[in-house]
């Protein structure tokens, strides 16, 4: 917008219109971005199949700490469980055996990794082993303080669906988990806010042609 009005100055040369030409590329400009959904500068990019970002914007995921989304709600299994009791614990349809992963602690509630229900109801898995002679790597945990990118950052990297959630001073202790479907839930809550923002102005034409805005 202001480089248009600055060439359009240079090519009057009358100081006395730079008022009306920063209105008039003022007007162009809002016009353009609401009938507009790419700049001038853009539409060609765009019309060729190539996506052009329209605004930028920050992250949302990085804005929101795990503490803020992560279930507090855990549902943990002791390494000496059997495999035949936990696999009749799910069954039971029990609050909390809907889960798709558990937490697995020693007899001094220190987390030793996470056991998925694949794991457990593996055909390779005897009924007679325990919960702890199923888990297949050392945990990979979150930090409460950390934000919802990072723990994103985590899961892509080590390719698992959810974290156990601790603290800095206890690494050990798990206070809570969080799951891709946290992740998800943060961005619908992003979303429901921005679509009540939309609704709060609702921009439409008058009779003459003239753009108002009526609040709601």
Avoid at 56 to 74: E, G, K, P, T
Avoid at 194 to 200: E, K, L, V
Wanted: net charge positive; charged share 25%; hydrophobic share 45%.
């Amino acid at each position: 917008m202001l480089a248009s009005a600055v060439f359009a100055f240079e090519t009057t040369m009358q100081p006395f219109s730079l008022l009306p030409l920063l209105g008039g590329c003022a007007t162009a400009y809002l016009v353009s971005c609401l009938l507009m959904r790419h700049t001038i500068m853009t539409e060609k990019i765009a019309r060729r199949g190539v996506r052009v970002p329209a605004e930028y914007a920050a992250d949302f995921l990085a804005q929101v700490l795990v503490r803020d989304q992560a279930s507090r709600d855990v549902v943990v299994f002791r390494a000496d469980d059997a495999i035949e009791v936990v696999r009749r614990w799910l069954d039971s349809g029990t609050p909390g055996s809907e889960h798709q992963g558990f937490p697995v602690v020693d007899e001094a509630g220190d987390l030793l990794g996470v056991v998925t229900r694949r794991d457990l109801y593996s055909p390779q898995v005897a009924p007679a082993l325990r919960v702890c002679e199923v888990l297949k790597r050392p945990p990979v945990v979150v930090y409460e303080d950390n934000s919802l990118r990072e723990a994103a950052d985590v899961m892509v990297r080590e390719e698992i669906g959810r974290l156990p959630v601790v603290r800095q001073t206890a690494p050990r202790r798990v206070v809570g988990m969080v799951t891709r479907s946290d992740l998800l839930s943060a961005h619908r809550r992003r979303l429901d806010e921005a679509s009540r923002a939309q609704q709060g102005i609702h921009l439409r034409l008058g009779p003459l042609g003239r753009l108002r805005a009526k609040n709601v």
